[in-house]
C-alpha cells in the first residue's frame, strides 16, 4: 500500500497557481513529521523544492521558490500540502512529497533521510 495519496498536479499556465496535495497513511504522522516537497525536471536529477524539519519546525525553500510556493500541514487530516503561485515554465516536473517520522533537520535536502515517499504527479507550466 503507498503511503500517500496524491492530487492537484495538472497543466497550468505561467503565472497560474496550483495546490498539490498528499494525504498520509496513519502510521506517519504528521503533526510532528518532517515533510519535503522535491521535484524532477525533464532531463535533471530531483531536487528539494520546500521542507519543514522535525527538528525544530523550521521551514526551508528552494530558492527558485522563494516568495512563491508555501509549504504546510493539516494535522487533522493527516495531510501535506504545497500552495505554488507564480507557477512559471521552469517549474515544471513531477513533484514527489515524502515524510519520515524521525528526527531530521531537513535544510540539507538529503533525500535518503525521508522513509516514505509519494509516486510523484506532474505539474506542467506552458509559456
Known amino acids: 500500500q503507498l503511503p500517500f495519496v496524491e492530487s492537484g498536479g495538472g497543466l497550468v499556465q505561467s503565472g497560474g497557481s496550483l495546490t498539490l496535495s498528499c494525504e498520509a497513511l496513519k502510521y506517519i504522522k504528521m503533526d510532528y513529521a518532517a515533510i519535503g516537497w522535491f521535484r524532477q525536471a525533464p532531463g535533471k536529477e530531483r531536487e528539494g523544492v520546500s521542507c519543514?524539519?522535525?527538528?525544530?519546525?523550521?521551514?526551508h525553500y528552494n530558492d527558485s521558490v522563494k516568495g512563491r510556493f508555501t509549504i504546510s500541514r493539516d494535522i487533522t487530516k493527516n495531510t501535506m500540502l504545497l500552495q505554488m503561485n507564480s507557477l512559471r515554465p521552469d517549474d515544471t516536473g513531477v513533484y514527489y512529497c515524502?515524510?519520515?517520522?524521525?528526527?531530521?533537520?531537513?535544510?540539507?535536502?538529503?533525500?535518503?533521510?525521508?522513509?516514505?515517499w509519494g509516486r510523484g504527479t506532474q505539474v506542467t507550466v506552458s509559456s
Open positions: 515524502a515524510a519520515t517520522n524521525g528526527r531530521l533537520d531537513c535544510s540539507a535536502w538529503v533525500q535518503v533521510e525521508y522513509d516514505y
Open positions: 519543514i524539519s522535525s527538528s525544530d519546525g523550521s521551514i
